[in-house]
């Protein structure tokens, strides 16, 4: 049995000698891959979205709580969560909701609580 046991071993021994070649010459085909990837990186430059660099003027009540100077999306938000952190609004056992006084009530159509991903699409209704 023992004489078995050393013929089942040999034919697997063989089947495994050809597959490491293979395998080495998959790390290889990513190697020269990989230069290819990173040149073609710093050739494209990251350029900012116009339309959300593009100024906006607030309505009167998200201007109470931003200013009425045009200003772009992301600075509009920005300045929100400002006004919300110096007032201490985010609701203190789940900080994803966002407790409204009553400038931001206005701006939240008379709600008292929203979350902050509901928060961004009511700004956005006061934005022209």
Same mark, same amino acid.
């Given at each position: 049995?023992?004489?078995?046991?050393?013929?089942? $071993?040999?034919?697997? &021994?063989?089947?495994?000698?050809?597959? !490491? @070649? %293979? &395998?080495? &010459? !998959?790390?290889?085909? !990513?190697?020269? $891959?990989? @230069?290819?990837?990173?040149?073609?990186? @710093?050739? &494209?430059?990251? !350029?900012?979205?116009?339309? #959300?660099?593009?100024?906006?003027?607030?309505?009167?009540? *998200? $201007?109470?709580?931003?200013? =009425?100077? @045009?200003?772009?999306?992301?600075?509009?938000?920005?300045?929100?969560?400002?006004?919300?952190?110096?007032? =201490? *609004?985010?609701? %203190?056992?789940?900080?994803?909701?966002? =407790?409204?006084?009553?400038?931001?009530?206005?701006? #939240?159509?008379?709600?008292?609580?929203?979350?902050? #991903?509901?928060?961004?699409?009511?700004?956005?209704?006061?934005?022209?």
């Amino acid at each position: 049995m023992a004489t078995a046991k050393k013929s089942t $071993a040999a034919p697997a &021994a063989a089947k495994k000698a050809p597959a !490491k @070649p %293979a &395998a080495a &010459a !998959k790390p290889a085909a !990513k190697k020269a $891959a990989a @230069p290819a990837k990173a040149a073609a990186k @710093p050739a &494209a430059a990251r !350029k900012p979205n116009a339309a #959300f660099m593009k100024e906006m003027t607030p309505s009167d009540k *998200l $201007a109470a709580v931003v200013g =009425n100077k @045009p200003l772009p999306r992301t600075e509009v938000t920005k300045k929100v969560w400002d006004y919300i952190k110096a007032q =201490n *609004l985010q609701d %203190a056992s789940n900080r994803r909701m966002i =407790n409204a006084d009553d400038k931001l009530k206005a701006v #939240f159509g008379g709600k008292a609580q929203v979350s902050m #991903f509901e928060m961004t699409k009511l700004i956005s209704d006061h934005l022209k």
